[in-house]
């Protein structure tokens, strides 16, 4: 697809139009100044704590977020999906529900629902959720804004039996007032989604091409940056970069899902099955 069409859809996904059929297939644009300001970013200086591992009853934990009363649900991407309930100081697992979701990267709750990206489908666009806590059940569900075909799925070889190569959703969490805050890699935005009508309010610059989870603070949005193993503090009105968390690539656990609890990031790993605090 060429540029002209490619930016048609981000404009019009932007302005929360449908575009049904919609494809484009090619690495989002991000701005020089964009990865000029992510280089230079002040860093946080954080320690990774390993805190448990889930396997083997949670696979690949890809996304957390923490309920009202201090526990943890986690969303395995192992498919179909199953959101598990974990005490937070133990990682001893309490419940666990089966969703509809395939190969999830994001989980929030607002409204009594939990938001679930279901990054890869069986059939039909990737799509974000609205998912029954209790029984697993979609209430609703919308096409995720920004999906394409991005990063390694542009040059894969496809096999019988793998999934088809869109990707949707990463990240996201809520934001209250009826909305919730989504990172969606082949769009090369954060958008501000309209949660009962699944429309884009408004989307800021992703400061790199794989997001993945974020977490709320204040006016400001932590967005993982997975392929380079750091973790980006955005200003929430304009997407600006105003520090970063740089791990260990080599050491550390992988970051994938990410949320905030008492002014602490936590995150999940999904090659691994880790749980880690940042400190």
């Known amino acids: 697809m060429g540029e002209f069409s490619r930016r048609t859809m981000l404009a019009g996904t932007a302005a929360g139009l449908a575009m049904p059929g919609a494809v484009f297939a090619a690495d ?5 100044a964009t990865i000029a300001a992510r280089q230079s970013a002040p860093v946080i200086p954080k320690k990774v704590k390993k805190l448990y591992n889930l396997r083997p009853q ?27 309930t974990i005490n937070a100081k133990t990682g001893a697992v309490l419940a666990s529900v089966q969703t509809e979701s395939i190969h999830g990267s994001g989980i929030t709750y607002g409204d009594g629902a939990w938001f ?110 997975a392929d380079e193993a750091e973790i980006y503090k955005l200003q929430m009105s304009d997407g600006s970069i105003v520090a970063k968390i740089v791990l ?8 994938h899902g990410l949320d905030i609890k008492d002014g602490v990031l936590w995150y999940c790993d999904a090659n691994k099955g880790w749980i880690c605090s940042l400190t």
């Not at 957390?64 to 498919?79: E, P, S, V």
Request: hydrophobic content about 35%; proline content about 9%; some cysteine.
């Open 28 to 32: 989002p644009v991000i701005p020089t």
């Open 58 to 84: 949670v696979d690949q934990p890809n996304d957390m977020q923490f309920t009202a009363n201090g526990d943890l649900w986690i969303l395995d991407q192992k498919d179909p999906n199953k959101v598990f």
């Open 116 to 225: 679930i990206t279901s990054t890869k489908v069986l059939s039909g666009k990737p799509s974000t959720l609205k998912v029954d806590p209790k029984t697993g059940k979609t209430l609703k569900k919308w096409e995720t804004p920004g999906w394409g075909i991005y990063g390694t799925y542009l040059t894969r070889v496809a096999k019988p039996g793998d999934l088809p190569p869109e990707s949707g959703g990463h990240g996201v969490k809520w934001a209250g007032n009826g909305q919730y805050w989504l990172a969606t890699p082949a769009g090369g935005k954060l958008y501000l989604i309209n949660a009962e009508a699944g429309t884009v309010a408004r989307s800021i610059q992703a400061p790199t091409v794989r997001t993945h989870g974020i977490a709320l603070e204040g006016d400001h949005i932590w967005c993982v940056g």
């Open 248 to 255: 260990d690539k080599a050491n550390d656990p992988s970051v």
